[in-house]
């Protein structure tokens, strides 16, 4: 399918040069806008003429003065944080303003192509500013909502530096297609990839774990992040829109004279929570106890803190400068972080930096120009922590199987190895192992505007992501890893993403009269994503001391691999339109529709159509409600909408070939014309209510979310080709639930102030009308387990239900017990049925205290890693899991290795997950400005009763394309942190 860029885009040169109209002026209004509680001038608030496009800001002494037509009635005064006020001009030359602290309803909310007036939403939208995310070192905007929006789930898959997460928007509703909500950065979306290229996997064969796509974006330029969650919110994305929308705003330089903001910090860290295996001389008495005579080397190491962990050391500085007239502002910052893993080299630095501005270029004022520029380089050292290591086992499977009596290094100095052995020293295999990447990320967007009349505004967004990555690995030789040991093994990967978007926009704002507002919206827009990728590698290298990545050329010639591969281009091309009613400020109606037309649908479903309504009533606004009651916000909402997902990869619609070594070709994919995207069907009902001033405010919503036409990749049955093909699945995933926000002000007294927060999420998901075969996912690895999966897709079921034998004991001779003949049953689930997430803070004078807490209850996590790193049959050669010593009957050296609910545990918790003490010291010169220093605690408290690293878990393998969900093996450990920061303006 070739899209092409309309005519509009090559013409909107011509259209910025539009003759400009005549505006007659009668009279100039000064004056100077304040903050009516501190009486200090504000900066950069915001005057507009009602009903015109002509307004300004104030200046740094908080004084404006705008020319007014001769037909002005009224002036707009606003500024975030502040409630907005309207007043009469009556033919005043000097009008000044004193603003209050703004209202709930007040708060300004970005949504999709546009903003809107919090009171004026139908649709499930959260939304959260700098002062409320979350503290700490924080590499990603993912991390900075955690535990902070009603139904979003935020797991950090690993404590690596930079490592990946995963994020769930009201639960999983797609069983092969991407759950990863779409990502908009500043109106541009992102396609959720990273340039990092691919592992060589020379260990094991196993890969290593991926990175967060979104550690390119400074958390400290970010002014907001609001999530969309209804039908009615994210319907204008489309076929993108499914699994919900999360928009990150940058922060934008304010009017007035240069500011300049600093930032330090400097942070330790050590893991959070060492597996329980046995101490050298418990498992001396373990050998004892079981009559083992061999297995005793007579030391006592911890292969933990003797051989891989370190304190990890943080750094992060950001500085920035900005400022502006009433013409225009800017705002430039520059980031450094050096953020050192708990497993020694293992490291992300990354330098950042952003160039935003936004400048009135006519004297009417109708020309706007917006850029924005994000530039990152990211420098990963990565550890060999692979997710799917067989049963030699990755870096952290290796310390934990280490002998605790054997020392990892013999008495001249030099590293344990026993060649030929499959028992690897962690502390050798982590000098011996290298891995290093560095990935460069440009974001660039520019959006002129055009004020057509007072009513109506055309914008164009023209923006490119590109991110081009290097990735050098290697392996020494005098390592005893498998197919590795006297030959080394060298690679370099390189990969290139860009994507390009195209964006027509046309706004409307219409007072139809006194008591009816309406707007809308008309857009168009093609997207267009190019992803390649190469590798160069090979083994056996003569001179061991080099770096492999420097001496490709020395390796055996029938070693070396060299692979090169493109993906069909990823075009997208859409129109789109939204329209809002506002009748008397009661009665709220929303309407939107979007057409997709993508490259990745069949030809015979090249468009998609996706249409959403929502309706609110502000009941607090009726005249029945008048003259003061219990309530001072109640408004209902419901919405109904159609979304798409479309993650699966190009070319999936497509008879595809690849061509092999040695001149083969072989198929790589069926055609399907009638495949096409995900359907999710969403009703959503909500209640917004405020009470005693204010101070108690908070939303429930009730949602029901429909997902049919199921992606998946199935193997062609014969006698057609020996290859996959792609096709929608009858059958529905249904996840409903129930969400709570609550935000109270339990004090406001003078200089003392204590607020609570509080969200919950009650969920519940389940596939529905499926008849096809079961489908199994939920991998395992390790020693004895090699192909098994513990979690199987089936009707009735949610989503990765637990699937395996169920443990019912220990026999008299220490061997397992399995119910049915250890046939296969439904023993669990890992998808959580609540979600919770509090936060409060305490501020008396200049002192203020922060809590963040989150956690999830109603579900069950498979520990792999007790299952078949840390096993019995260990002992006298490796570790053992310190648990297995507790039972009665002890189990037997050779019960077999075997997967059931043994290892299924509850997966429970709540975790304190940062705490913050702040001193607010103010002014110390004209010069410093608003020094604030702080400490910072991550990872502090956890309650649970999980026995693994952290229940806060996914360890993420795929079978057939089916990722797993809710299962540990030997990951990256998560870190304890203390951080201590200082800010300052300048």
Known sequence: MKLKVDKVSRWILMLLAVAVCNVAFAQTIKGTVTDAETGEALIGANILVVGTATGTVTDFDGTYSLNVPADAKQLEFSYTGFAAQTIDINGQTTINVAMSSGELLDEVVVVGYGTVKRSDLTGSVASLKADDFNQGIVVAPDQLIQGKIPGVQVINNSGAPGGATTVRIRGSASIRAGNEPLYIVDGIPLDGRTALPADNAFADGASTEGVNPLAFINPADIESIQVLKDASATAIYGSRGANGIIIVTTRKGRAGEPTINFAASVATSSILKKYDVLTGDQYRGALTTYGLTGGNQGGNVDAFDDGILRNAITQNYNISVGGGTKKGSYRVSLGYNDIQGVIQQSNLKRYTGNIRGNYNLLNNERLDLDFNLIVANNNYEISPTTTNAGFTGNLVGQALQWNPTRPLRLPNGEFDIELGSTTINPAAFNEAYQDEATVQTTLFSIAPSYKLTDNLTYRFQYSVNYGVGERRQQVKSWINVQGVEGRGAGGIGNRSLTGQQFTHTLNYNKELSSKVDFSALAGYEYLKYDNKQSNMAGFDFLIPTLDYTNVLQNTSSDSRRISSSVDPTTELQSYFGRVNFNFSDKYLLTGTVRADGS????????????????????????????????????????????????????????????????????????????????????????????????????????????????????????????????????????????????????????????????????????????????????????????????????????????????????????????????????????????????????????????????????????????????????????????????????????????????????????????????????????????????????????????????????????????????????????????????????
């Open 599 to 986: 490259s990745k649908f069949g030809e015979n479903n090249r468009y998609g159509i996706f249409p959403s309504v929502g309706a609110a009533w502000n009941i607090n606004n009726e005249d029945f409600m008048a003259g003061g009651g219990l309530f001072d916000d109640l408004k209902l909402r419901a919405s109904w909408g159609i979304t798409g997902n479309q993650e699966f990869p190009a070319g999936a619609s497509q008879t595809r070939y690849a061509l092999g070594e040695n001149g083969t070709l072989f198929q790589e994919n069926v055609a399907n014309p009638d495949l096409s995207w995900e359907t999710s069907t969403m009703l959503n009902f909500g209640v917004d209510f405020a009470i005693l001033d204010f101070k108690v405010s908070g939303s429930i919503d009730y949602f029901n979310k429909r997902t049919e036409d199921l992606l998946f990749n199935f193997l062609v049955t014969a006698p057609g080709p020996a290859t996959r093909f792609w096709t929608n699945l009858d059958g529905a995933v249904v996840n409903s639930g129930v969400e709570l926000g609550l935000s109270t002000f339990l004090v406001n007294n003078g200089n003392l102030t204590w607020d609570l927060t509080v969200n919950a999420a009650f969920l519940k998901n389940e596939l529905q009308d499926y008849a096809g075969p079961p489908v199994l996912t939920g991998q395992l690895f390790g020693q004895g387990i090699s192909g098994t999966t513990v979690q199987r897709l089936e009707n009735g079921q949610p989503l990765n239900a637990f699937y395996t034998r169920e443990f019912l004991g220990l026999d008299d001779t220490g061997t397992g017990i399995y119910a049915n003949g250890e046939a296969n049953a439904y023993v669990g689930d890992p998808n959580p049925d609540i979600l919770l997430g509090v936060s409060t803070s305490v501020s008396a004078g200049k002192m203020s205290v922060g809590l963040n807490f989150n956690g999830a209850f109603g579900h069950q996590i498979y520990n792999n890693t007790a299952n078949t790193v840390l096993p019995i049959g260990n002992l006298g050669s490796r570790n053992i899991d310190a648990a297995l010593l507790n039972q009665k009957p002890l189990e037997s050296t050779a019960n077999p290795i075997k997967a059931s609910s043994r290892y299924l545990e509850e997966g429970a918790y709540m975790k304190l997950a940062n705490a913050t003490i702040a001193y607010n010291i103010g002014d110390i010169s004209n010069g410093i400005r608003n020094l604030k220093v702080g400490i910072t605690g991550q990872n502090l408290l956890v309650f649970t009763a999980y026995t693994g690293f952290d229940p806060e878990v996914n360890t993420v393998n795929v079978v057939d394309g089916v990722p797993s969900f809710g299962i540990e093996y030997t990951p990256y450990p998560s870190a304890r942190t203390i951080l201590l920061n200082l800010t300052a303006s300048f």
